[in-house]
């Protein structure tokens, strides 16, 4: 989808999957900041974030009122949905202690998923989250799936239950198996999360057709109070072979791809209320340094480079 010429109808949100990966750490925050007043400084230069920490844990009631307590009454939340949900072997110690006690494992301690206790970690986690509900700080709920979950070996009605279980919360689903977005399995897909006000998360991947790589000239969105674009890097062997998060996505965009993701942006906000734009190119400081970039591409206000940084920029 690009810019049409119809009037913006959304509000851009832009902002990084995390704010406190250790390239964050070491070249974008200022030297020496304590950790805990790191989300405050993040809150400076942008509206909202993603959080990823909730992928392998469900944090404390006091963690996340220290996180609304950091950050500006309009600031908003994304988070993403602990790994029990999304077809990843799941380790038991990544449990909270309650459940650790009562879930079934294998012999590796990998977690058998039963539905009883799908639905009591679906319990937990949202009712944590809902402190940032209470505040006016939650976005969107991401619900990122394996690779593995593929149209050959699985069902969409199989996200049933998670769907359901979100209630009014809002939901947006990156897949990350290609196959269910292309040829006649597209519609599907698309039918399916548009009849359950679920959000389609949109990519910036590299141009490559691996099964595990979901192409980018996708611009969907399938409830229309918000669409959704995460922005991954477009190294096809960084993505492909990287041993970790960081060398996975490890890409700088650049001054034209910045323009081109402005663009793109600025369509799917012709289509929603509001569109969250996250960067996960997180290795080093590219993904900050990217959503600033954008954000000045499409005219927002940015805070000047404090003077202890002026690398920044």
């Not at 057709?209 to 399938?222: G, Y």
């Not at 993505?239 to 402005?262: M, P, Q």
């Not at 369509?267 to 990217?290: I, M, Q, S, W």
């Given at each position: 989808?690009?810019?049409?010429?119809?009037a913006?109808?959304?509000?851009?949100?832009?902002?990084?999957?995390?704010?406190?990966?250790?390239?964050?750490?070491?070249?974008w925050?200022?030297?020496?900041?304590?950790?805990?007043e790191?989300?405050?400084?993040?809150?400076?230069?942008?509206?909202?974030?993603?959080?990823?920490?909730t992928?392998?844990?469900?944090?404390?009631?006091?963690?996340?009122?220290?996180?609304?307590?950091?950050t500006?009454?309009?600031?908003?939340?994304?988070?993403?949905?602990?790994?029990?949900?999304?077809?990843h072997?799941?380790?038991?110690?990544?449990?909270?202690?309650?459940?650790?006690?009562?879930?079934?494992?294998?012999?590796?301690?990998?977690?058998?998923?039963?539905?009883?206790?799908?639905?009591?970690?679906?319990?937990?986690?949202?009712r944590?989250?809902?402190?940032?509900?209470?505040?006016?700080?939650?976005?969107?709920?991401?619900?990122?799936?394996?690779?593995?979950?593929?149209?050959?070996?699985?069902?969409?009605?199989?996200?049933?239950?998670v769907?359901?279980?979100?209630?009014?919360?809002?939901?947006?689903?990156?897949?990350?198996?290609?196959?269910?977005?292309?040829?006649?399995?597209?519609?599907?897909?698309?039918?399916?999360?548009?009849?359950?006000?679920?959000?389609?998360?949109?990519?910036?991947?590299?141009?490559?057709?691996?099964?595990?790589i979901?192409?980018?000239?996708?611009?969907?969105?399938?409830?229309?109070?918000?669409?959704?674009?995460?922005?991954?890097?477009?190294?096809?062997?960084?993505y492909?072979?990287?041993?970790?998060?960081?060398?996975?996505?490890?890409?700088?965009?650049?001054?034209?791809?910045?323009?081109?993701?402005?663009?793109?942006?600025?369509?799917?906000?012709?289509?929603a209320?509001?569109?969250?734009?996250?960067?996960?190119?997180?290795?080093?400081?590219?993904?900050?340094?990217a959503?600033?970039?954008?954000?000045?591409?499409?005219?927002?206000?940015?805070?000047?480079?404090?003077?202890?940084?002026?690398?920044?920029?």
């Amino acid at each position: 989808m690009r810019a049409t010429g119809k009037a913006q109808n959304g509000k851009i949100l832009i902002g990084t999957a995390s704010w406190s990966d250790p390239g964050f750490v070491e070249h974008w925050y200022p030297k020496k900041m304590p950790a805990h007043e790191r989300l405050g400084w993040y809150a400076r230069h942008f509206e909202m974030v993603e959080v990823n920490s909730t992928f392998y844990s469900i944090p404390d009631a006091r963690t996340v009122e220290r996180w609304c307590a950091a950050t500006p009454n309009d600031f908003v939340f994304d988070v993403k949905l602990h790994q029990l949900f999304s077809f990843h072997s799941t380790q038991s110690k990544l449990l909270p202690p309650a459940l650790q006690r009562v879930a079934s494992t294998d012999a590796k301690g990998k977690v058998n998923v039963s539905p009883e206790l799908r639905d009591a970690m679906l319990d937990m986690f949202v009712r944590t989250m809902s402190i940032l509900h209470s505040a006016g700080k939650l976005g969107v709920f991401l619900l990122q799936l394996s690779p593995a979950f593929s149209p050959r070996k699985h069902q969409l009605d199989e996200l049933e239950p998670v769907v359901s279980g979100m209630g009014d919360y809002s939901l947006a689903i990156e897949f990350r198996n290609r196959n269910w977005v292309v040829g006649d399995q597209l519609k599907s897909t698309l039918d399916f999360l548009r009849k359950r006000d679920v959000g389609f998360v949109n990519v910036d991947t590299p141009p490559e057709e691996h099964f595990s790589i979901v192409p980018s000239d996708l611009n969907e969105v399938t409830n229309s109070n918000f669409g959704y674009l995460r922005l991954h890097g477009r190294d096809a062997k960084a993505y492909l072979t990287g041993k970790t998060v960081a060398k996975r996505f490890d890409y700088d965009y650049s001054k034209d791809e910045i323009e081109e993701v402005a663009e793109r942006s600025r369509g799917l906000a012709e289509e929603a209320k509001a569109v969250h734009v996250v960067f996960n190119n997180n290795n080093l400081d590219y993904a900050p340094r990217a959503a600033i970039r954008l954000r000045k591409a499409l005219g927002q206000k940015v805070p000047p480079p404090p003077a202890e940084t002026p690398e920044l920029f």
